[in-house]
C-alpha cells in the first residue's frame, strides 16, 4: 500500500549538519501529518518535529533553533535538516505520515513508520 523510506543519517562530527530525507510511495491520494521521531538506546521513541499538510511546523524544545522540517507535496517527501548537532542527538531518525490511500473506489487513511535511519554525532 504505502511506504516511507528515509535517507541521509550518518556519522557526523558535534557543530556538523545532517539532512533527512523520508520519500512515501504507493497508492497515495494526500499525505496529512507528517513528523520526525527518533529513538536513543534504552530510551523511548520521542517526537521531534511535526509539520501539517498547511505547512505549520511544531518542535520539541531541544531541536529549536537547530533542526528544520520540511515538505515537498510533489515528491511526497519529508526533510529534517539538522545543524549544530550534539552528541545527545545520536540516535535512530524515524520518519511518521498519516497517508490517505486508494484502494479500488476507496480511500483509506492510516498513519505510517519508515524503517529508520542512524545519526551518529561522534568526534
Known amino acids: 500500500q504505502v511506504q516511507l523510506v528515509e535517507s541521509g543519517g550518518g556519522l557526523v562530527q558535534p557543530g556538523g549538519s545532517l539532512r533527512l530525507s523520508c520519500a512515501a510511495s504507493?497508492?497515495?491520494?494526500?499525505?496529512?501529518?507528517m513528523g520526525w521521531y527518533r529513538q536513543a538506546p534504552g530510551k523511548q521513541r520521542e517526537l521531534v518535529a511535526s509539520?501539517?499538510?498547511?505547512?505549520?511546523?511544531n518542535y520539541v524544545d531541544f531541536v529549536k533553533g537547530r533542526f528544520t522540517i520540511s515538505r515537498d507535496d510533489a515528491k511526497n517527501t519529508v526533510y529534517l535538516q539538522m545543524t549544530s548537532l550534539k552528541p545527545e542527538d545520536t540516535a535512530v531518525y524515524y520518519c511518521n505520515a498519516v497517508v490517505t490511500y486508494r484502494r479500488g473506489t476507496h480511500r483509506y487513511t492510516n498513519g505510517y513508520w519508515g524503517q529508520g535511519t542512524q545519526v551518529t554525532v561522534s568526534s
Open positions: 509539520i501539517t499538510s498547511g505547512g505549520s511546523t
Open positions: 504507493g497508492s497515495i491520494f494526500s499525505i496529512n501529518g
